[in-house]
């Protein structure tokens, strides 16, 4: 008999987990929606020529596999590369610049490990077809606006972009190609520390010296405009970095005018993010209270799009993962915590009395109330402790007694306190402490 196992790397979400996964999808949909964001939805399954060449390194990651047809597809990487094909694919349907978010799963052929699965769920956030820096401004403010709004305690979005650390490169006498190995060695800045970074780059062909000041530059650190102005200076003989710290002055004015707390973001040149695509301004939300990683990030791809639509069409976006944020707010304790769906559990007295308490049950979804039922009539003890272990808060009774008196019975499992109400004042009840748990 084959095991009774889930696939490695992938992941059973069972009840409890899945509220709190809810509850953080919905805050993102909730603010994406308030930024007039549109819902997208692209299949699990692309052509694999649709990512390939796409992700660099990272593309031997990517689940292939041929179908009964003989065609060679691939399980979505991220949620970008597909918005990519659509946006070259629907050209004529769509209105750009197009905000639009996306949620659902992605796979990548990883060594699973804490926070790290060959399932997940990513929800996306891009803004296509601008570059403007209020674009990248508006993108790092929801993320901030989002990590507060789940509660996550000190948390500092780091920014970044690429042409500073091509600048950083070239001016320390690096040639165009080998800034591709200085982007992957700062990469792991925060794993192997500047030790490990010193003896990467040393490794791939840089010069000591040369190692010792990208390093000395990478490091700088203060205040977000102490930093550019630090960079503006080193790196003035570089036009290409002149222009992107520019850029990434005019994203922070944008951020200070959108009322994003300044303790919230900082400017980290040693900031490199993986994935090559990346064109502009990077970034990355980190915690000190989660020190394996970042808890999400993204950038600017100006040239992504234009593989698939023949023109340039610069974007800007970023990937929220679920599971990591899911990871770290229960470790953190953060979020509610809901063990049920349901505020009223209506208890079955007697066989007569269930076609009325049915109806009682319709009434208090109809007041918007979730409203679990039970399936036999019998002893209420019983009933009351089948919805307290559930984790109901109110149980309902409709008696003979009540029903002549047009009562309800309404207990409230979590204080003790018990009660005898005309009907509709039950129901006004439970509408005022579903409005209070909001
Ligand atoms: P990326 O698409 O690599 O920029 O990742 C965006 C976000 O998705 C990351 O910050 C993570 O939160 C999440 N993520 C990426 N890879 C994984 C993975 N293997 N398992 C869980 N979450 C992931």
């Given at each position: 008999m084959a095991p009774i196992q889930n696939v490695k790397g992938m992941r059973d979400h069972l009840p409890a987990d899945m509220m709190l996964r809810q509850y953080i999808v919905n805050t993102l949909t909730r603010i994406s929606e308030s930024h007039g964001f549109e819902p997208l939805q692209t299949p699990i399954?692309?052509?694999a020529e649709t990512l390939?060449?796409?992700?660099?390194?990272?593309?031997?990651?990517i689940y292939r596999f041929e179908d009964h047809g003989g065609r060679r597809l691939a399980l979505r990487y991220d949620q970008t590369v597909p918005l990519a094909r659509v946006t070259a694919q629907y050209a004529g349907q769509l209105t750009l610049p197009w905000r639009r978010y996306a949620y659902g799963p992605s796979y990548r052929g990883e060594r699973p490990a804490r926070g790290r699965y060959r399932e997940f769920y990513q929800f996306d956030l891009d803004i296509v077809g601008s570059a403007s820096p209020l674009a990248d401004a508006e993108i790092v403010a929801m993320l901030c606006e989002a990590l507060t709004a789940l509660g996550f305690p000190g948390f500092v979005t780091l920014l970044n972009h690429r042409q500073i650390i091509g600048g950083i490169a070239r001016v320390s006498g690096l040639s165009e190609e080998a800034a591709g190995g200085v982007y992957r060695a700062i990469d792991k800045f925060d794993k192997i520390g500047a030790d490990g970074v010193r003896a990467e780059l040393i490794k791939s062909g840089v010069t000591p010296a040369a190692a010792d000041q990208i390093l000395e530059l990478v490091q700088i650190d203060g205040t977000a405009d102490e930093v550019l102005d630090a960079l503006a200076q080193k790196l003035a003989a570089d036009e290409r970095a002149v222009a992107a710290i520019a850029n990434l002055r005019a994203v922070l004015n944008g951020l200070m005018a959108m009322g994003v707390?300044?303790?919230?973001y900082r400017v980290a040149p040693r900031l490199a993010r993986g994935?090559?695509?990346?064109?502009g301004v990077v970034f990355e939300a980190i915690t000190?209270?989660?020190?394996?990683?970042?808890?999400l990030g993204g950038g600017r791809y100006d040239d992504l799009i234009g593989l698939f639509a023949g023109r340039n069409i610069p974007t800007v976006g970023l990937a929220f993962g679920i599971d990591r944020l899911h990871d770290v707010m229960i470790e953190l304790n953060l979020g509610p915590r809901p063990q049920?769906?349901?505020?009223a559990f209506v208890t079955l007295f007697g066989a007569e009395q269930v076609a009325e308490s049915l109806r009682l049950a319709a009434e208090l979804r109809a007041a918007g109330i979730n409203t679990l039922i039970a399936l036999e009539p019998g002893n209420i003890g019983k009933q009351f402790k089948e919805a307290d272990r559930r984790g109901v808060r109110f149980a309902l009774v409709l008696g003979p007694d009540e029903l002549a008196r047009g009562e309800v019975v309404i207990k409230d499992l979590q204080r003790g306190e018990q009660r005898s109400l005309p009907r509709a004042a039950a129901i006004s009840l439970l509408a005022e402490a579903l409005s209070e748990g909001k």
């Open positions: 399954i692309e052509y390939e060449g796409k992700l660099g390194d990272e593309e031997k990651l707390p300044a303790e919230q994935l090559s695509y990346y064109t000190p209270h989660w020190p394996e990683g970042s808890l049920t769906t349901a505020l």
